[in-house]
């Protein structure tokens, strides 16, 4: 049992240059999450999917677009890096009903 | 909007002092929940508390949820290196899956 991958776990790009970060979780949750990190800033939410096939924006959507390919798995993509979307993102999965949210390990992307 | 504040950002203590942590909102809420990131790691859920003036402990951990559903904290009694870390608290809006974090107080103990 798995629970939420990522991948990948480190990455640098160009600036201009696009990529999709995955995240797949195994425990038939149907939310996820994608969130950044950055010092002083905590954890902000960019999307989230209640459901397959849903997306909604969260606090700092701009820059990013999100796929709920199916039940297992929620893609982040850049289109377009900027500097300042060097960050670290988590994705995170939970159940229905409000509960306990399940974090992946991060990927700690750097745009140069 | 929907943030939750949380105080202090960070907290330096001596092995063996007390601490806590606040997380306060300007509208109820329906639940609240508390989540520890060690250094390098990625956050880890604690706890989950839902009634007015709950209060719910985890060993050294003591979690209380103000009468109103408008704060909550986190204390530890008698820090120790391990507890070490980041300690956010998070908030659902009843009827949404949309979950928002604080920004989290940093937690460094002196051994």
């Known amino acids: 049992n798995a629970g939420v991958t990522q991948t990948p776990k480190f990455q640098v790009l160009k600036t201009g240059q696009s990529m999709t970060l995955q995240c797949a979780q195994d425990?038939?949750?149907?939310?996820m999450y994608w969130y950044r990190q950055d010092p002083g800033m905590g954890l902000r939410l960019i999307y989230y999917s209640a459901s397959e096939g849903t997306t909604d924006k969260g606090e700092v959507p701009n820059g990013y677009n999100v796929s709920r390919l199916n039940k297992r798995e929620f893609s982040l993509r850049l289109e377009s890096a900027a500097p300042s979307q060097t960050s670290v993102y988590f994705c995170?999965?939970?159940?229905?009903?409000?509960?306990?949210?399940?974090f992946g390990q991060g990927t700690r992307l750097t745009v140069v | 909007g929907q943030q939750v504040m949380q105080i202090p950002q960070y907290q330096h203590v001596q092995e063996g002092e007390d601490f806590t942590t606040y997380c306060n909102s300007s509208?109820?809420?329906?639940?609240i929940q508390w989540y520890k990131q060690r250094p390098g790691g990625h956050p880890v859920f604690l706890i989950q508390?839902?009634?007015?003036?709950e209060v719910k402990k985890q060993k050294r951990l003591t979690f209380q949820f103000g009468e109103a559903k408008k704060n909550s904290s986190l204390h530890i009694t008698a820090t120790q290196t391990t507890d070490v870390g980041t300690y956010f608290c998070a908030r659902s809006k009843g009827g949404s899956e949309k979950l928002v974090f604080g920004k989290g107080t940093k937690l460094t103990v002196n051994p």
């Open positions: 508390l839902v009634k007015s003036g």
């Open positions: 509208t109820t809420l329906s639940n």
């Open positions: 995170a999965s939970r159940g229905r009903g409000n509960t306990e949210a399940f």
């Open positions: 425990m038939n949750h149907n939310s």
